[in-house]
């Protein structure tokens, strides 16, 4: 990880975490149940509860063990990356179960941090991120309860730089939502320019509407409508074009009448905040971030002179070129810091650093 990387995120956690060195993620326990399902799952809480333990201290655990039961005890299989049953036994009709878990201590340190060590972490790997959310049908029409909701998973989870994208044009609205579920990476570089922001959240909605005047000819019964929403929600780094997250949501109106779509909406948004927010908390809690770095005018070589020279960097693995043209080559790499860590290290070896973005770096 990058110099300042590793400091910021130290200090972040320092006052919830434990300040010892924290031991392999790889843990064997046992668990023991009324059926073989139920030891498993015991294990798996099991795993997850040494995990913690060897995370938090103990004066943290009692202050906070309520926060740890909400949300990591109750779901403690969702913090289980893999695992391998390496015993399984019956006796006297209780099941016993020991398994060898991977734990994924980011997702913990996430579910744990307070609010002030959230920002922290993303302040440190992610450079506080601009954050633009657009909630639109495909008409260009826009659902700001959803944009509220959305926003408001994100400010739950510490992130506050959110962009206001719905003052653009209704034309580029659609353009945006268009190029970002299609995955149209050149049409989203063109337009986001006038909207600059890091990433984007898309949340299109798709309405079904009935109304009783489709049924009898009545005054009046034109606005008693029933409706139905579909939102597909997509979470896109303006840069490197990766899918940070993608999901559906559906809810429908529970009565007819005027204020249907408005209702359907507002049911399909339910659960939106968390799915988001978590998502976005979790790349975030990921030290290790994925940057593009664009090489122009020939510098460090050909592509294999690059690529050698990339790898053999501190902190650099998983190296990929995406790309090259006219001298210039886009590659996509992994760098366990932020881009401006890697942009200090690479002015450090005597390049100039010509833009500089969340996860984006030009030389």
């Known amino acids: 990880m990058g110099r300042f990387s590793a400091i910021g995120a130290g200090l972040a956690l320092s006052l919830f975490v434990s300040m010892q060195p924290v031991s392999a993620a790889v843990v064997t326990v046992t668990g023991m149940g009324g059926s073989e399902r139920?030891?498993?799952?015991?294990?798996?809480?099991?795993?997850v509860e040494q995990q913690v333990g060897v995370m938090v201290d103990s004066r943290s655990?009692?202050?906070?063990?309520?926060l740890i039961y909400d949300r990591v005890y109750t779901q403690a299989d969702g913090y289980i990356k893999s695992y391998e049953v390496l015993e399984s036994s019956h006796k006297n009709g209780i099941y016993q179960v020991k398994i060898k878990a991977d734990v994924q201590e980011q997702?913990?340190?996430?579910?744990?941090?307070?609010?002030?060590?959230?920002?922290?972490?993303?302040?440190a790997n992610m450079q506080d991120p601009r954050i633009g959310v657009l909630a639109v049908d495909r008409g260009g029409k826009t659902y700001p309860s959803v944009e509220n909701e959305i926003i408001s998973g994100l400010t739950s989870q510490g992130f506050s730089r959110v962009v206001?994208?719905?003052?653009?044009?209704?034309?580029?609205?659609r353009r945006l939502l268009a190029a970002n579920a299609s995955?149209?990476?050149?049409?989203?570089?063109a337009l986001k320019v006038q909207s600059p922001v890091d990433y984007i959240v898309t949340a299109q909605v798709d309405m079904s509407v009935g109304s009783l005047a489709d049924y009898v000819?009545?005054?009046g019964f034109a606005n008693l409508k029933k409706a139905a929403a579909v939102i597909s929600l997509r979470m896109l780094n303006a840069n490197s074009g990766e899918v940070i997250y993608a999901g559906n949501f559906q809810g429908k109106s529970e009565r007819r009448g005027p204020n249907a779509e408005q209702e359907a909406a507002r049911n399909a948004s339910r659960g939106i905040a968390k799915a988001v927010g978590e998502a976005a908390l979790n790349k975030a809690a990921n030290p290790s971030q994925h940057i593009t770095l664009l090489v122009t005018g020939g510098k460090l070589g050909n592509i294999s002179e690059l690529t050698e020279y990339l790898q053999g960097l501190p902190g650099v693995h998983n190296v990929f070129v995406r790309g090259s043209a006219w001298q210039n080559i886009t590659v996509d790499l992994e760098f366990n810091g932020t881009a401006h860590d890697l942009a200090a290290v690479l002015e450090g070896n005597g390049l100039t650093i010509m833009e500089l973005g969340s996860e984006y770096v030009k030389i």
């Open 183 to 189: 995955g149209d990476r050149q049409l989203w570089q």
């Open 164 to 173: 206001d994208l719905g003052q653009v044009s209704d034309s580029l609205r």
């Open 61 to 66: 655990y009692v202050q906070n063990y309520r």
């Open 217 to 219: 000819n009545r005054p």
């Open 107 to 123: 997702k913990i340190s996430a579910a744990l941090g307070t609010l002030a060590q959230k920002k922290a972490v993303i302040k």
């Open 38 to 47: 139920s030891a498993l799952k015991q294990a798996l809480r099991e795993a």
